[in-house]
Structure formats: structure tokens, C-alpha cells
């Protein structure tokens, strides 16, 4: 069975092109544009992984994380931050990996699935 991902990004083209990679990596994606769809989206159908934008509008990576980490049903769910920033500007904000835009391939497939398996990433300035 393909694992499920999430991908949350506020611009289409990164959210679609994600969506493309990992579909080529044998993963089922679902895309949204907001944190807030992504909060229907996960309490309809929880997918393995979600792989979110830091910066948003509305509500941005850290607060979609705050809010599923709260949630009993949803705080084992691992996510990954992705952002154009450098990491140590996000913080650690408690997610299971970081991606720094742009990325390869198998980066984001290697962080995918060390978050699946639990091994939160280290992050280091």
C-alpha cells in the first residue's frame, strides 16, 4: 500500500511540483494551498506524512503544526517544514524534518520516511 502524503504550500506550482515528485517515488499526494484546508483535509483522512510551507498566509507551518500537535488524533502525524529560509530563521519548531528550498529528490524522500519510521531530525545551525 502507498504511503500518504500532504503537501501544504500557498504557491501552486511548488505545491504541484512536490505533488509530481513524489507520485514518481510511488507515494499517493494530496495538495492544498492553506493550513486550514489542511486541517479538514487531515481530520477526513489522516495521511502518513505532511509537508508544509513555513511561510503562509494566514496560518502559517508553525501554527498548522501547534494546532496537530495539540489534537490527540492528529499529534502523531510527522511534519516536515519546508521553506525557502534558512533553517535556523524557522526554528525548531518541533517538526519531525526540514527541507530547504530548493531540494532534491531523494532528500525530501529521505526526510519523508525518517519521519514515517520516527526518527525526528537533528537541526543544527
Same mark, same amino acid.
Given at each position: 500500500?502507498? #504511503?500518504? $502524503?500532504?503537501?501544504?504550500?500557498? !504557491?501552486?506550482?511548488?505545491? @504541484? %511540483? +512536490? ?5 514518481? =517515488? ?13 486541517? #479538514?483535509? $487531515?481530520?477526513?483522512?489522516?495521511? !502518513?506524512?505532511?509537508?508544509? @510551507? %513555513? +511561510? ?5 507551518? =508553525? ?63
Amino acid at each position: 500500500m502507498k #504511503r500518504s $502524503v500532504l503537501v501544504v504550500d500557498d !504557491d501552486g506550482s511548488v505545491a @504541484d %511540483a +512536490v505533488e509530481m515528485l513524489l507520485e514518481a =517515488a510511488g507515494y499517493r499526494v494530496t495538495t492544498t494551498e492553506s493550513a486550514l484546508s489542511a486541517l #479538514r483535509i $487531515v481530520e477526513s483522512n489522516p495521511p !502518513d506524512a505532511i509537508i508544509c @510551507d %513555513a +511561510v503562509m498566509p494566514g496560518m502559517n507551518g =508553525a501554527e498548522l503544526l501547534s494546532v496537530l500537535r495539540r489534537n490527540p488524533a492528529t499529534s502523531s502525524i510527522p511534519i516536515i517544514i519546508m521553506s525557502g529560509y534558512d533553517r535556523c530563521k524557522v526554528g525548531e519548531i518541533g517538526q519531525d524534518g526540514f527541507l530547504w528550498k530548493p531540494f532534491l529528490i531523494h532528500e525530501m524522500v529521505a526526510v519523508i520516511e525518517s519521519a514515517i519510521q520516527g526518527n525526528v531530525a537533528a537541526f543544527a545551525c
